[in-house]
């Protein structure tokens, strides 16, 4: 079993940034890659970012690419998620989640733990 925590969202002001982490626990396994989600009410889970364990390959979703940076501390197990230039539409919950293989993929379904999420809310 794999434990997932998020935590650092929040309320703020389109232009604003946020720093979201993901503590990591549980069974080590050699190869898995970690990504971030979100979903705003209404709309699927939408793929923002993953990372491979050794940190080597990165992919990010469109609609946040050049805005959002994927990285992991592993003498810490924690997987951050840096936010800049919000906007009001990437108000949503925001999961961080596991896949017990080395390919990142963006189906959500893939991925077999999730953590509990954490809201994002941007104001205009």
């Known amino acids: 079993q794999v434990q997932l925590v998020e935590s650092g969202g929040g309320f703020v002001q389109a232009g604003d940034s946020l720093r979201l982490s993901c503590a990591t626990s549980?069974?080590?396994?050699?190869?898995?890659?970690l990504g971030w989600f979100r979903q705003a009410p209404g709309k699927e889970r939408e793929f923002l970012a993953g990372i491979r364990r050794s940190g080597s390959i990165i992919s990010y979703g469109d609609s946040v690419k050049g805005r959002f940076t994927i990285s992991k501390d592993n003498a810490k197990n924690t997987v951050y998620l840096q936010m800049n230039s919000l906007k009001p539409e990437d108000t949503a919950v925001y999961y961080c989640?596991?896949?017990?293989?080395?390919?990142?993929?963006?189906?959500?379904?893939?991925?077999?733990?999730w953590g509990q999420g954490t809201q994002v809310t941007v104001s205009t």
């Open positions: 989640a596991a896949r017990l293989d080395s390919l990142i993929v963006r189906d959500a379904a893939a991925y077999n733990y």
């Open positions: 549980g069974r080590s396994f050699s190869n898995y890659v």
